[in-house]
């Protein structure tokens, strides 16, 4: 089956360090993928999306890499605050444009 | 630009009452939209896709009659939970994606309507 994996566990950071999340894919070559921040009790939020032929983007302190030789996708975010913490979604959208989920991984930003 | 909102922010009713939860997008027509629900810790599950003007498509397991879904105009979608029972109590969430919009392959959220069912 063609799955988006994420990092289930929480990933823990010192405030002011650079978190990067992953997010690998297998069994198919997406052409692009998304990244959504979600807080407890709302609704996602888009970050980011990257293509194919794109292997960097940037947005402000958030930057995604794109590597289709490993099939995976990195999530940086750069001098991280605490109001950074929240859960981190990757997705790929399929030909019906339904979005397919990773399960996300929360991340922790430490005063 | 792209926003979603969703109404009511949380509902509490009794089981067997039914529950309309509305979804419109303020800025943009959305061409389709999109109803999930989530558990906590859990990741979306897409529950049904529509289109303006159209049936809507549910997935697997998503019983039509007892979530129904309607896409009236580009911008309002309403999603009904008839005969509510405990187990129904979840967030539902819903997206819209638009063919106008610059990135048309992204979904633009709502913040989401928790239901509780007694």
């Known amino acids: 089956s063609q799955k988006i994996e994420q990092n289930s566990e929480a990933l823990n950071i010192q405030e002011g360090k650079t978190a990067t999340l992953t997010c690998n894919y297998t069994n198919y070559s997406p052409a692009y993928l998304q990244w959504y921040r979600q807080d407890p009790g709302r609704g996602p939020v888009f970050l980011l999306l990257?293509?194919?032929n794109e292997k960097e983007k940037r947005k402000e302190r958030l930057k995604v890499t794109f590597d289709t030789t490993l099939k995976q996708s990195l999530f940086h975010i750069t001098a991280s605050q605490p109001a950074d913490s929240a859960t981190y979604l990757c997705?790929?959208?399929?030909?019906?444009?339904?979005?397919?989920w990773g399960a996300g991984t929360k991340l922790i930003i430490k005063p | 630009g792209a926003v979603v909102s969703q109404h009511p922010s949380w509902v509490i009713c009794k089981s067997g009452t039914s529950v309309k939860i509305e979804c419109r997008s303020l800025?943009?027509?959305?061409?389709?939209m999109f109803w999930y629900r989530q558990f906590p810790k859990q990741s979306l599950m897409l529950m049904a896709t529509s289109n303006e003007g159209s049936k809507a498509t549910y997935e697997q397991g998503v019983e039509k009659d007892k979530f129904l879904i309607n896409h009236a105009s580009l911008t309002l979608s309403t999603l009904t939970v008839t005969s509510a029972h405990p187990e129904d109590s979840s967030f539902y969430i819903c997206?819209?994606?638009?063919?106008?919009?610059?990135?048309?392959?992204?979904?633009?959220f709502g913040p989401g309507t928790r239901l509780t069912v007694l």
């Open positions: 997206s819209a994606s638009s063919v106008g919009l610059r990135d048309t392959d992204t979904q633009y």
């Open positions: 800025d943009f027509q959305a061409t389709t």
């Open positions: 997705a790929r959208m399929d030909s019906n444009y339904q979005l397919i």
């Open positions: 990257i293509r194919e």
